[in-house]
């Protein structure tokens, strides 16, 4: 098997990490739980409008996924800045931790 395709997936509802199943499909939800808001979601939007795969967010979610993209592009300038500034290597694998950090929980949108 290549490593292509043993990559680690996202969970569809809520941006998690999804655990390696090793065996038959790849899991697409991290949780029973998010499997089954994912679930209540696509009944929810039934004969409306609103694609099924549609994200809707509540309006506290979307403000902190906005909250958390400022903060990864915050991070970034940081690194860009360390680096036009001559920081050391290990000042800048710092930095590069911390951004790599904030954008796995940025990842999480529910």
Known sequence: MNS???RT?????CGRQVAESGIG???RYCRQSCR???YEQ?????????????VVLTPAEASAMVDRVFQVRCAA?????????GAT????ESLCAELVKIAREAECFR
């Open 4 to 6: 292509a395709s043993r």
């Open 9 to 13: 997936d996202s969970c569809v509802w």
């Open 25 to 27: 499909r790849r899991r």
């Open 36 to 38: 089954q808001r994912a």
């Open 42 to 54: 696509r009944n929810q939007v039934k004969g409306t409008s609103i694609p099924p795969d549609a």
């Open 77 to 85: 300038e940081d690194v860009a800045t360390a680096v036009a500034e």
């Open 89 to 92: 290597a290990t000042e800048v």
